[in-house]
């Protein structure tokens, strides 16, 4: 799956703009999306799988802005038109 789940990230430092260029590091960002049912956690849809692969092994586990991110692979296959920001 090319979507993966973000979990841990502060929500009065990050955004929108700050998760794209955590993420566009390891591979092209298609869509960002918080979820609004569970604070503090986002999707992001990447290209392929390749840049999932490798967000999940640099990130994963590793603090930021003092929380510790756990990312793994997301159950959806994609994020929906509509429920995503613009990037």
Avoid: W
């Avoid at 298609?30 to 569970?38: L, N, Q, R, T, Y």
């Avoid at 692969?53 to 929906?80: E, P, W, Y």
């Amino acid at each position: 799956s090319p979507v993966l789940m973000v979990y841990g990230l502060d929500q009065g430092k990050m955004n929108c703009d700050r998760v794209f260029n955590v993420f566009c590091l390891y591979g092209n960002v298609e869509k960002v999306k918080f979820m609004k049912s569970k604070p503090g956690a986002a999707m992001v849809e990447m290209a392929d799988g390749y840049a999932v692969d490798r967000a999940i092994t640099h990130l994963n586990n590793n603090f930021m802005f003092g929380q510790k991110l756990n990312v793994c692979v997301s159950k959806q296959h994609a994020i929906m038109p509509g429920q995503s920001y613009g990037l």
